[in-house]
């Protein structure tokens, strides 16, 4: 078979319960619903490290993140090791990376393995980003989703036509500060978003880990990330803290300069929740038009059915689930990435698959697709049988999770754990392993252990329950099994 182009989209903490072909009840996605339509959708596609950086060196290397040498965000990915697009390009591929990298620039850190590449520096801006094109920097003027997206099509556009090509398109959008761009800065204005379930979650059977974490939508937004005016003399970037008494207490929009007030602490939490919300959607809603945009192109261009599209996230997100924004933890909502894949020639249009997939796999994916060898130091397994034959076997049913950054930001712990179909069982080693300026003070060790089949939402830890036992003790087993498989002996 013809070896296919590969366009391998890829967003920044979009969630999948913020996809309307996942069923999301606050926005709809009809570009990205398309892949999915034309194709398949995964529900089971997980991170096995719930971070920028090391999701991303995860994803290229096809190796965990103790392997490929960025286990958190202070770790640069080294150009130098084996990676699937420089395995495209050898194999005849026209490669090429755009968009936001994250993984570091400069010396062996800039991306490797590319015919061309255009990326952000660290996390870029959304208006105007200086971005580093084929070693050297520029401005660009605009609106970075836009930019992303438009350079995307030029590159088809333009590509080699006596090759197959990779295109990595990955948006900036919607990572915090959440900035939306002008069209869409009134999207959402009348009426309010609807809160998520667990929105007043109180983490009542959890451990502390979960009560510690500063990344609540109550008291852990700063005035730039809600767009609000900060008080005479209080820098943007400071926490708005909880006020010991609402009486005589505002804050102010900039877009109107009107200060609010606030009748009950619930009518304040939800108010910052509206402000975070619709800004993060709003800055999907530009990642939407954009894929709708290229998956045009490639209709125009003749090459729609000779192309695998996937759109995906580095990892999921809290949309104010849990009381929180932010990710790192091993639960649902962050662990979860979105999955959608169309390939005409080899994938039918509207499935849906409950099997799990993981980040780890993408590469080796793409390299069984292009009819590539798959390195045997690769630690992922291709998942093409399951996109091809619906009565494909489970290529894994449980996986390994770590979070590396003890209490790096927003005073996550570290953690490690094993998901099943029904089970996950999360281990907080609470060391202090002076990781990425980590704050150098150990937790007493605590084990979280949800039944999925029961407890969708995460909200009753039964770890200790005799009801359990079995399952704790076979759980146990089964994740120091993994962490062994995957090499992981610290
Ligand atoms: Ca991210």
């Known amino acids: 078979m013809k070896q296919p182009n590969i366009i391998f989209i890829m967003t920044d903490d979009h969630a999948a319960h913020a996809m309307s072909c996942y069923g999301s009840k606050i926005n709809t996605t009809p570009n990205m619903d398309r892949i999915a339509n034309e194709g398949m959708r995964f529900d089971n596609c997980f991170c096995t490290n719930s971070i920028c950086a090391p999701s991303r060196a995860v994803i290229l290397s096809g190796k965990h993140s103790h392997l490929n040498g960025v286990e958190t965000l202070a770790d640069n990915f080294d150009g130098r090791q084996q990676t699937f697009p420089k395995l495209l390009q050898t194999a005849g591929y026209q490669t090429a990376m755009i968009g936001k990298w994250h993984l570091g620039l ?8 590319f015919d061309y590449y255009c990326v952000l520096h660290g996390q870029g801006e959304y208006f105007n980003p200086i971005m580093k094109e084929q070693g050297i920097d520029k401005t660009f003027e605009g609106y970075a989703t836009d930019i992303i997206g438009d350079m995307s099509i030029d590159f088809i556009k333009e590509r080699d036509k006596s090759k197959p090509f990779l295109l990595m398109c990955h948006h900036k959008a919607p990572h915090r500060p959440w900035d939306p761009s002008e069209p869409y800065k009134d999207m959402y204005k009348d009426g309010d978003i609807p809160v998520p379930e667990t929105f007043n979650d109180d983490y009542a059977t959890r451990c502390d880990a979960a009560r510690e974490a500063t990344m609540t939508i109550e008291s852990n937004f700063n005035y730039r990330d809600l767009k609000l005016i900060p008080p005479a003399g209080v820098n943007q ?49 530009s990642v939407d038009d954009n894929i709708g945009k290229l998956l045009d192109c490639l209709k125009d261009e003749g090459i729609d059915e000779d192309t695998i599209v996937v759109y995906t996230s580095d990892q999921g997100f809290f949309l104010g689930d849990h009381g929180w924004y932010d990710k790192r933890f091993m639960y649902e909502e962050s662990l979860r990435m979105p999955f959608v894949i169309k390939y005409p020639r080899a994938i039918k249009p509207g499935r849906i698959s409950d099997k799990m997939i993981l980040n780890l796999d993408f590469a080796e ?38 979070y590396w950054m003890h209490l790096a930001h927003h005073y996550v712990w570290s953690h490690y754990g094993v998901r099943t179909k029904d089970y996950k069982l999360i281990y ?63």
């Open 106 to 113: 400069g010396g062996n850190y800039d991306p490797t393995g």
């Open 237 to 285: 970037f400071k926490m708005i803290a909880l006020p010991d008494s609402l009486e005589g207490y505002t804050l102010t929009p900039r877009e109107t300069g009107v200060p609010v007030s606030f009748n009950s602490y619930q009518e304040l939490k939800n108010f910052k929740y509206q402000r975070y919300i619709k800004d993060y959607l709003r800055c999907v809603a």
């Open 365 to 402: 994916t793409f390299l069984d697709f292009a009819g590539v060898e798959i390195p045997s130091d690769m630690q992922g397994k291709s998942f093409r049988q399951i996109l091809e034959d619906e009565n494909a076997p489970e290529i894994q049913t449980s996986m390994y999770y770590r």
């Open 428 to 490: 907080y080693y609470g060391d202090a392993l002076g990781k990425t300026g980590a704050i150098d003070e150990s937790k007493e060790p605590a084990w979280e252990l949800f039944d999925l089949t029961k407890d969708t939402n995460e909200l009753n830890n039964v770890y200790g329950n005799p009801d359990y036992a079995q399952i704790q003790e076979d759980l146990k087993k089964e994740l120091y099994r993994l962490k062994e498989e995957a090499k992981d002996f610290e």
